[in-house]
Antibody, heavy 121, light 108 residues
Framework: QLQLQESGPGLVKPSETLSLTCSVSGGSFSSSSHYWGWIRQPPGKGLEWIGSIFYTGSTYYNPSLKRRVTMSEDTSKNQFSLKLTSVTAADTAVYYC?????????????WGQGTMVTVSS | EIVLTQSPGTLSLSPGERATLSCRASQSVSSSYLAWYQQKPGQAPRLLIYGASTRATGIPDRFSGSGSGTDFTLTISRLEPEDFAVYYCQQYGSSLWTFGQGTKVEIK
């Protein structure tokens, strides 16, 4: 069964770059017809979609974050990554990676457990 | 960008009661692209419904989704103790995903 696991620093300083990786196990990132996404949740708040990467490598970003976000893939490691630049305290959140499925289409049917990232000096 | 507005913000009900959650979109959404998730404290969201009305694998039939266009509904026919949680709707359109702000279903 496919599983996702987020990894990366739990503490990032203001103005620096947040970097997270999602490792895919039990399946292949390169499997067809899937979007792989990043979603975040500030403490006590709702879900915010950050961006998605298609298995072809095409990327799609939340317009409100687009200027600061880059997503990439490493098929050799079965991973995909998130970089968010110029972070502030407002970027403090639990960051989830997730995958859309078949037959759920564009709904995220598999999620990682999430990783808390705090932006603080 | 399509905005999803969920109501009510909080729903206070007793086990065994029926829960009706609303999700209204600022523009028409394809039914194929409307989903509902459940989230419990400290857990990742879990997909309940996709395509507006299709239950995801393993989801009990007390959960049902309906609606089209700009108005969608998640119904829990009889609340079980494990159903008290926060519920989010989500849509996809023009290569963008958006979530509603959530409805909390709490024990009355």
């Amino acid at each position: 069964q496919l599983q996702l696991q987020e990894s990366g620093p739990g503490l990032v300083k203001p103005s620096e770059t947040l970097s997270l990786t999602c490792s895919v196990s039990g399946g292949s990132f390169s499997s067809s017809s899937h979007y792989w996404g990043w979603i975040r949740q500030p403490p006590g708040k709702g879900l915010e979609w950050i961006g998605s990467i298609f298995y072809t490598g095409s990327t799609y970003y939340n317009p409100s974050l687009k200027r600061r976000v880059t997503m990439s893939e490493d098929t050799s490691k079965n991973q995909f990554s998130l970089k968010l630049t110029s972070v502030t305290a407002a970027d403090t959140a639990v960051y989830y990676c997730a995958r859309t499925g078949t037959p759920s289409g564009v709904a995220f049917d598999i999620w990682g457990q999430g990783t808390m990232v705090t932006v603080s000096s | 960008e399509i905005v999803l507005t969920q109501s009510p913000g909080t729903l206070s009900l007793s086990p065994g009661e029926r829960a009706t959650l609303s999700c209204r979109a600022s523009q028409s959404v394809s039914s194929s692209y409307l989903a509902w998730y459940q989230q419990k404290p400290g857990q990742a969201p879990r997909l309940l419904i996709y395509g507006a009305s299709t239950r995801a694998t393993g989801i009990p039939d007390r959960f049902s989704g309906s609606g089209s266009g700009t108005d969608f509904t998640l119904t829990i026919s009889r609340l079980e103790p494990e159903d008290f949680a926060v519920y989010y709707c989500q849509q996809y359109g023009s290569s963008l995903w958006t979530f509603g702000q959530g409805t909390k279903v709490e024990i009355k």
